[in-house]
């Protein structure tokens, strides 16, 4: 008898389907895709430990437009029907900068001559969007952003009680110990709105974030990425195709040994989060000047010299990554 029960308990683990009645993460994905966010939104779809509620879209790695279609497009190639809303096609304050065609190319995903998606976004923005279901889903949406932060800004500006309804923040940008890149000091998202990460970071709610100290030691290897064309020729092929631009880039900027997996690793600090170590801190971003969008980390700091960050809220800041462990939930995802 006592095998039988040792069994069973193993089984349990190993199945955990059964033995576990845990319900999938709502979360809420506010992206600018881009190649890595598609990656990341793929990933995300596919796990069956997240259920996306809504796909947000916003400026960065693309024009808004591009940013939507490229969402839609993802949402078919998934085959769900996740709904898509419009957000911000600049930045609160600072002017918008041109997309930066030369990382995902000129349409966001690799110019791999992908067709145009057959649906259409929501008729409400991005911001009323995220306020609409967090009243609906009070205390279970998690928000997922992997772009910059302004419809974030926007849903706290309509909805102040916003951090109340909120589980959390997950977001990926700003580092704490590392270098920026696409400045010494900033990291693209933060640098893409940094008085909307500035908000973000300091509004009373709780924040991870998944910066470049973790996503720079994760390198998808095309190994990888082969298998799992192999294996799920549809969604795999896809990732296949985009990310051949992609890898050509950071290969002209010296990187070796595959491309670093930036918003994949947020949707993975979902999934998991003991993949990450992280550090409790008070984060302020720099919002002009020689240091705009630098996230200023008070790690370790004593508290008498904390000044503009003595009333901030603490930020969960990643650290360290398991990347071999990362590489394998992102397989083991999309290949189920």
């Not at 955990?16 to 995300?44: F, Q």
């Not at 003991?274 to 508290?303: C, K, M, N, Y």
Request: charge should be negative.
């Amino acid at each position: 008898m006592r095998a039988w029960i040792l069994l069973l308990l193993v089984a349990g683990a190993v199945c955990p389907t059964w033995a576990s009645d845990v319900e999938p993460v709502k979360v809420i994905i506010d992206s600018d895709p881009g190649v890595d966010d598609a990656m990341a939104i793929l990933l995300a779809l596919s796990s069956p430990s997240l259920e996306v509620v809504g796909i947000t879209t916003v400026f960065g790695n693309v024009t808004l437009d591009n940013a939507t279609a490229n969402a839609l497009t993802l949402v078919e190639l998934a085959g769900t029907d996740v709904p898509v809303a419009r957000g911000a096609e600049r930045p609160l304050t600072k002017p918008r900068r041109s997309p930066p065609t030369f990382v995902h190319g000129a349409d966001g995903l690799g110019e791999a001559g992908l067709q145009k998606p057959a649906g259409a976004p929501l008729d409400v923005s991005a911001a009323e969007f995220i306020v609409e279901m967090a009243r609906r889903h009070p205390g279970e949406i998690t928000l997922l952003p992997i772009g910059p932060l302004t419809n974030i800004a926007l849903a706290l500006a309509i909805e102040p009680r916003l951090p109340e309804l909120i589980r959390e923040v997950v977001l990926m940008g700003g580092s704490a110990r590392t270098e920026g890149n696409v400045t010494p000091v900033a990291e693209a998202n933060v640098f893409g709105d940094p008085h909307a990460a500035d908000i973000v970071f300091t509004a009373p709610w709780r924040v991870t974030m998944v910066g470049l100290d973790v996503t720079t030691k994760v390198r998808m290897q095309d190994e990888v990425l082969q298998r799992v064309a192999a294996d799920n020729p549809r969604i795999g092929g896809f990732v296949w195709d985009i990310t051949r631009f992609y890898k050509a880039f950071y290969e002209s900027r010296g990187v070796r040994g595959g491309f670093y997996v930036h918003d994949p690793s947020a949707v993975a600090y979902v999934i998991d989060p003991t993949l990450f170590q992280t550090a409790a801190a008070r984060v302020r971003v720099a919002t002009d000047g020689l240091a705009e969008g630098h996230t200023i980390t008070a790690l370790g700091t004593p508290p008498e010299f904390w000044t503009a960050w003595h009333e901030a809220p603490e930020v969960h800041v990643c650290l360290e990554v398991d990347a071999e462990r990362l590489l394998a939930l992102y397989e083991s995802t999309l290949v189920p």
